[in-house]
T-cell receptor, first 115, second 112 residues
Framework: SAVISQKPSRDICQRGTSLTIQCQVDSQVTMMFWYRQQPGQSLTLIATANQGSEATYESGFVIDKFPISRPNLTFSTLTVSNMSPEDSSIYLC????????????FGPGTRLTVL | GESVGLHLPTLSVQEGDNSIINCAYSNSASDYFIWYKQESGKGPQFIIDIRSNMDKRQGQRVTVLLNKTVKHLSLQIAATQPGDSAVYFC???????????FGKGTTLSVSS
């Protein structure tokens, strides 16, 4: 198994500012992903964080708004840029520690509120 | 396109009852499904999975049934306990070995 931690666990931010969320895995992993979960909703994939190259974004998400870094096999960051109230969500990272989906683990999430 | 969804947003049961949570999918080519449990303030946690070459798979107190004819799967929880209270999602990979597409989720509330 893997333990995934995220920082911060929650934050309240002002419109127009940016927030960087950190995701740390306690072991090296092959793939890392970032999801968004709006209040009372399901999870939506933002992007795949690729180690050593640019992230792969899903439709509706762009690098200028959600820049992602993955400098090594245990760490990734997601920045929510130029925030608006519509960005208020829970942001979760996940990681594969092996080849099976029972080896995919999720972090506890970062609860973001934008005023 | 691919999508998974759930029939009911909420389910309330008494402790000790059996719970059934449903999920419908649209892509007949989908061949792998996973059920996740998300407790308040936590990330989703893997419960059980099933491949399309199976109709049924059992775990500890949980059973997943897959009906490919009507593109429906269900999660059955036996002897539901208060600790089972959570949101349950079905999910499938967008592509093999990639990120997941999640259904809308069912909130299970267990009263004692």
């Amino acid at each position: 198994s893997a333990v995934i931690s995220q920082k911060p666990s929650r934050d309240i931010c002002q419109r127009g500012t940016s927030l960087t969320i950190q995701c740390q895995v306690d072991s090296q992993v092959t793939m890392m992903f970032w999801y968004r979960q709006q209040p009372g909703q399901s999870l939506t994939l933002i992007a795949t964080a690729n180690q050593g190259s640019e992230a792969t974004y899903e439709s509706g998400f762009v690098i200028d708004k959600f820049p992602i870094s993955r400098p090594n096999l245990t760490f990734s960051t997601l920045t929510v840029s130029n925030m608006s109230p519509e960005d208020s969500s829970i942001y979760l990272c996940s990681a594969f520690t092996g080849d099976s989906y029972n080896e995919q683990f999720f972090g506890p999430g970062t609860r973001l509120t934008v005023l | 396109g691919e999508s998974v969804g759930l029939h009911l947003p909420t389910l309330s049961v008494q402790e000790g009852d059996n719970s059934i949570i449903n999920c419908a999918y649209s892509n007949s080519a989908s061949d792998y499904f996973i059920w996740y449990k998300q407790e308040s303030g936590k990330g989703p946690q893997f419960i059980i999975d099933i491949r399309s070459n199976m109709d049924k798979r059992q775990g500890q107190r949980v059973t997943v049934l897959l009906n490919k004819t009507v593109k429906h799967l269900s999660l059955q929880i036996a002897a539901t306990q208060p600790g089972d209270s959570a949101v349950y999602f079905c999910a499938e990979p967008a592509q093999a070995g990639t990120a997941l597409i999640f259904g809308k989720g069912t909130t299970l509330s267990v009263s004692s």
